[in-house]
């Protein structure tokens, strides 16, 4: 059985029909997840329970998984899967100000996954365990369509230009204090230098930035970061934006190289909110 895509509202966003825990992982499915996933950038699957190790299978399907920077946060059993969570491994809820908090309160800005890499990733796989009764959304903005409305004279000035993503910056500017990362750890993370404007293997482009940038390439500093905000209040206009209202085991997969998201801020320290990720490795430096 194929599967279909049911469209959202906006013509961004689609909900996976035929997908469910007893589908065979298999090339015709990767092939048609992948089709479903350029062509819509947000593809949703729910009410289905899957455990993680159905879970790390599937993202295995698309390719390799990237084993992302901060270890006390990996799965115990699989360390493929980001625990987001603002629940501790003693079962109580964390604190306002304590890192694990800061960092969550962090993915409140607008960002995507990975792009402090050479190679970006290719997709991002949220699992929904439990999530709170209220906020906690996560909105998605779509960057072919931002770049595509963006007004002419900004286009003109982002166009040729680089931006540079730095993981240590952006760890660094979550709202709080954090345990400080080891410089064994920050020399694995080195900045790098991607283009605002990303063409895309079928030669579509989108607009490329985020969170993870600290400045653009070869600016005055001050003038780079007021450019950036400019770029992003344009590129994240509300007609732009899906919200996903999340519910127990909710699956979204998201395109990470023509997408931006965000957590909303919901009370995280009292609310429950436990949260599997997996990222799928990119294949293709950005151009």
Not at 20 to 48: F, P, Y
Not at 240 to 257: A, K
Not at 267 to 278: C, E, F, N
Request: glycine share 6%; net charge negative.
């Amino acid at each position: 059985m194929s599967l279909e895509f049911e469209q959202f509202d906006k013509q961004f966003g689609a909900r996976i029909q035929g997908l469910d825990e007893n589908r065979v992982i298999d090339a015709q499915l990767v092939q048609e997840l992948a089709r479903g996933l350029s062509e819509h950038g947000v593809l949703l699957m729910r009410g289905e329970e899957i455990s993680p190790k159905r879970l790390v299978e599937l993202g295995n399907a698309f390719g390799e998984l990237e084993i992302l920077p901060e270890p006390d946060k990996r799965h115990p059993d699989h360390p493929e899967i980001f625990d987001l969570t603002n629940v501790r491994k003693d079962g109580n809820v964390v604190d306002f100000e304590e890192p694990q908090a800061v960092f969550l309160r962090g993915t409140e800005r607008w960002h995507t996954d990975s792009s402090f890499r050479e190679i970006p990733c290719l997709c991002t796989m949220l699992y929904a365990v439990e999530v709170p009764d209220s906020g906690g959304e996560t909105q998605f903005a779509n960057m072919y369509a931002a770049l595509e409305q963006l007004p002419l004279d900004l286009r003109s000035v982002v166009q040729g230009k680089r931006l540079i993503h730095s993981y240590v910056f952006s760890r660094a500017n979550n709202p709080g204090r954090m345990d400080p990362m080891s410089p064994e750890d920050e020399a694995q993370y080195p900045p790098v230098s991607h283009p605002w404007v990303r063409t895309h293997s079928d030669g579509r482009q989108s607009l490329y930035m985020g969170g993870h940038v600290s400045h653009v390439e070869g600016m005055d500093l001050d003038e780079g970061r007021e450019l950036i905000e400019q770029v992003l209040a344009a590129a994240t206009k509300p007609e732009l934006i899906y919200e996903h209202q999340w519910m127990d085991y909710d699956l979204v997969i998201w395109d990470n190289r023509s997408t931006l998201h965000r957590l909303r801020p919901y009370d995280i320290a009292s609310r429950r909110r436990v949260m599997r990720r997996i990222t799928v490795a990119g294949n293709e430096p950005v151009s």
